[in-house]
């Protein structure tokens, strides 16, 4: 599988975006736009190098979720000259650390998975991520961290509640990544839909729960919808 772009996203629900949001801007991530997604939910799209966080501003409280994945986000910063370990206002673990240390640029993610072997083998052999070293995968230049767990996976629990939720990779076609995910083992939890002339997007799971959006931005593929 090709990526339209050399990182993954990350997305995350809040009921206080207005903290988050100078939170995130004081940390030095620049404020790119937001984007209406229906639903009372308003997007605000951060950048760290070419990766995007997406602080997604609920109107509706939202449920706190069980145990999920997602347990850490790490965000390379210019002027950092050592890791630090934070929490953002909702509780988010966060890790700014300096560019490059580990191979870390833009954002990566830290996941806790039941089982590393299986999470390894659907990210690469499902979604195309490619294997650096046992427990590290990458997207481009973006990076999962894989840890075990020593439990089963999480119970399903819904794509907006509060914390780090999900993550975007950016793909030339949604219709047919959507469909190889599908045929080789992810579970569908939504068919591809037109996002207005923006993207067309999907949203499979992997093997512990965590929500993928597979998204054909038109922005970033540079043809129209």
Not at 52 to 61: C, F, G, S, T
Request: overall charge negative.
């Amino acid at each position: 599988m090709s990526f339209a772009k050399a990182f993954f996203d990350v997305g995350l629900f809040t009921n206080q975006a207005s903290a988050l949001r100078d939170y995130y801007q004081q940390l030095g991530l620049s404020f790119d736009h937001s984007l209406k997604l229906g639903g009372g939910v308003l997007q605000h799209r951060y950048q760290a190098d070419d990766a995007v966080l997406k602080i997604n501003d609920a109107r509706d409280p939202l449920p706190e979720a069980p145990a999920h994945a997602l347990t850490e986000l790490l965000i390379a910063l210019p002027g950092c000259s050592e890791a630090v370990q934070k929490q953002d206002p909702d509780g988010n673990c966060i890790r700014l650390v300096p560019t490059g240390e580990d191979d870390i640029q833009g954002l990566a993610l830290r996941m806790s998975v039941s089982d590393v072997a299986t999470s390894t083998r659907f990210y690469t052999e499902v979604l195309g991520l490619h294997e650096l070293r046992p427990g590290v995968l990458s997207c481009g230049k973006g990076l999962l961290l894989l840890q075990a767990s020593g439990q089963p996976p999480c119970a399903a629990s819904p794509l907006a509640a509060r914390g780090l939720r999900y993550l975007t990779l950016q793909i030339f076609d949604c219709d047919k990544t959507y469909a190889h995910a599908i045929e080789h083992g992810a579970t569908g939890v939504r068919e591809p839909v037109n996002m207005g002339s923006t993207a067309r997007i999907a949203f499979i799971q992997d093997p512990d729960g965590v929500w993928i959006e597979l998204s054909q931005r038109a922005s970033v593929t540079g043809k129209s919808l």
